[in-house]
């Protein structure tokens, strides 16, 4: 087995490479550039939802084959679906193909789960807090890299749009290589447990059964009901905790709303820049933007690590969820209605970081009522329950079967939808509130009133 630091090491450079796609930030031009021919609408209502819906059909399956094949096959498929992605998105054409590349690449994201659980399974307890923020750095710097890299070669004019899918492409042919040469998972939390030094090996006659410890039950896994019954029993044991039930409940709702505007801001910017319809465009600042976005919403982060708050006191979490999600309806309305590029491009960068903030704080405040084995379960329960919404918020409003609004309108929805939000979680912090301060006087008066009859 390799040494830990050896692995982190190029597990990072996966994460870097296959996040260094400077073309991302230009996709809507590419696409409805004199490459692909499309029209607005067509990228808005007909290519662009069949990412959200491929992601959630993806992503159950891809978590359970994730622990079922030890994390690396995994891992060598994200870099394959990938690859997929680039060659329809360079050399096939038409709604079809476009609509198949969407299709790969919500296959490619759905991957991802194995890139930020497969170290836990390497490398040992000690060593989990550096080697999750080395694989989150090496993400991040690779989208800031890929971001300013396509901001320059566009602004200079040294590549065009398809010349910079080239790059994309090279990238991840590059991330792909390297995930052949990482070492298998001896061992997973699902399927593959580790035994213990005390444990009995399983029976002749009981190969395909697997035991679970859950408290102080154990669980035989013998089949696909009784790993649904697994999987149930898990979630009714882990949202039974009121901490992590609100924070869930939160960043399902909130990746939802965030995973739209990211996935359909190109094509607002798109309407709101001027000369558009200029063949070089080296007017677009997409790259510059999504460049000061990574920057602005990671600085914050690691300022919050800082910050001395206690979460965990009622009431606290449920009015920061309203305050963030009032402040999100506002700047999505006012991106919706405003006609200034730059005023987007600012609230845009300030939307993602509030998002990224609270993000942070719920994965801190979950992973502190959870035992290390659950992670992966509770945060790709939550991701699942975010594209559920997504899925159902899309077909609505965005495909060419639903209502089929223009983007300017999606905005206002999606502000609307966060307004629903802060008047949710107000309600919510409210009454916690008034319950807390109510369940506080009366202990209080018992309190006293013990001490008057001892007296």
């Known amino acids: ?76 498929l994200d870099g394959i679906a990938y690859i997929i992605t680039w060659v329809l998105l360079l050399w096939a054409h038409g709604i079809p193909a476009m609509k198949c590349m969407q299709v790969t690449y919500g296959l490619a994201t759905a991957c991802e789960i194995g890139y930020f659980s497969y170290l836990y399974v390497i490398v040992s307890k000690e060593h989990f807090q550096k080697v999750a923020s080395f694989t989150k750095a090496a993400t991040l710097f690779g989208k800031f890299v890929a971001y300013l890299c396509g901001q320059l070669f566009v602004s200079f004019d040294v590549l065009d749009y398809f010349q910079l899918n080239i790059f994309s492409f090279v990238s991840v042919i590059i991330a792909f290589i390297i995930t052949l040469i990482l070492p298998r998972a ?8 580790k035994k213990e030094d005390g444990d009995l090996s399983t029976a002749k006659g009981e190969k395909d059964q697997e035991e679970r410890v859950i408290g102080n039950k ?56 001027p000369y558009k319809h200029d063949r070089k465009n080296r ?30 006191k009622r009431g606290r979490c449920e009015v920061l969820m309203a305050a963030v999600c009032g402040l999100n309806a506002v700047m999505l309305i006012i991106m919706a209605k405003t006609t200034s590029i730059w005023v987007c491009y600012v609230l845009y960068d300030l939307f993602r970081a509030s998002y990224q903030i609270v993000i942070t704080i719920a994965t801190a405040q979950i992973a502190e009522h959870l035992s290390r084995q659950r992670y992966g379960f509770v945060f790709g329960c939550n991701t699942f329950l975010a594209l559920l919404i997504e899925t159902i918020l899309t077909a609505i409003v965005v495909d060419k079967a639903g209502l089929d609004v223009d983007v300017q309108t999606q905005f ?40 008057a009859t001892d007296t």
């Open 412 to 451: 206002m929805v999606y502000g609307g939808y966060f307004a629903v939000m802060t008047g949710a979680f107000l309600v919510v912090a409210i009454a916690t509130i008034v319950w807390s301060r109510t369940t506080h006087q009366r202990f209080y008066d018992m309190d006293v009133h013990v001490q």
């Open 186 to 193: 001896e061992h997973s939390e699902l399927f593959n447990p």
């Open 218 to 273: 154990t669980v035989v896994i013998n089949g696909p009901r009784s790993l649904f019954k697994f999987l149930w029993d898990e979630v009714r044991s882990v949202y039974s905790n009121r901490n992590i039930l609100i924070w869930s409940v939160w960043w399902a709702f909130a990746s939802c709303g965030s995973y739209q505007v990211a996935n359909y801001i190109q094509n607002l910017w798109h309407i709101l820049t």
């Open 1 to 76: 087995m390799l040494h830990w630091k050896l692995v982190t090491f190029i597990v990072c450079c996966f994460g870097y490479f296959k996040k260094l796609r400077p073309s991302e930030a230009y996709l809507t031009a590419y696409l409805t550039g004199p490459w692909q021919n499309l029209t607005e609408t067509e990228v808005d209502n007909q290519v662009y939802p069949w990412w959200t819906y491929s992601y959630l059909l993806w992503l159950f399956p891809i978590f359970l084959l994730t622990d079922y094949f030890r994390y690396k096959p995994i891992l060598i």
């Open 283 to 312: 007017h677009l600042y997409n790259g510059a933007v999504e460049a000061a976005g990574t920057l602005f919403s990671s600085g914050s982060v690691l300022l919050i690590g800082f910050l001395p708050i206690n979460w965990s």
